[in-house]
């Protein structure tokens, strides 16, 4: 975390300055040609950003025009955090009504379970043609219409 303006090799002129996710100091640029109306940064050690999505882009529109400012900030931003915040009143809470007592029992009809039969596996349809007759026809028809192809 350095006390001085990260220095830039990109053609685009630093508007501002704003702290990156792994903590150092990241330059914001503005892009140029049919992206001008999108923000990017760059830091020393993420590289460069240039998503677009508007998560990113609210992000780097919150910069500063110098190490000072951000600083004085994150000092603001700190001692908002700071300030102990008043407890809530607890509300009394009303005590729950008893149930209401039955003075004759009802009887309540239980269902009886299903017969369930237990499931024998279907059997296979004896015309059904095997594996490798399937393999076999795939590679003769392809081998027919693949010389041929070649020939034309």
């Known amino acids: 975390m350095a006390d001085v303006m990260p220095v830039r090799t990109s053609t685009n002129k630093v508007e501002g300055i704003n702290r990156c996710e792994c ?6 640029h503005r892009a140029r040609g049919k992206r001008a109306k999108f923000l990017y940064s760059i830091c020393d050690d993420c590289g460069t950003n240039q998503q677009t999505g508007a998560y990113w882009q ?15 900030a994150e000092q603001a931003a700190e001692s908002v955090v700071s300030e102990p915040k008043p407890e809530p009143k607890a509300e009394p809470v009303p005590e729950p009504k008893p149930a209401p007592q039955l003075t004759e029992p009802e009887a309540i009809p239980v269902p009886a379970p299903a017969k369930t039969e237990p499931k024998q596996p279907e059997p296979e349809p004896e015309n059904k043609p095997s594996i490798w007759k399937a393999v ?3 590679i003769i028809l392809g081998g027919l219409t693949g010389g041929a192809i070649t020939r034309l």
């Open 58 to 72: 609210d992000k780097f529109k919150v910069h500063y025009p110098t190490l000072e400012a951000l600083h004085q």
């Open 136 to 138: 076999l026809t795939g």
């Open 23 to 28: 903590g150092n100091v990241r330059t914001i």
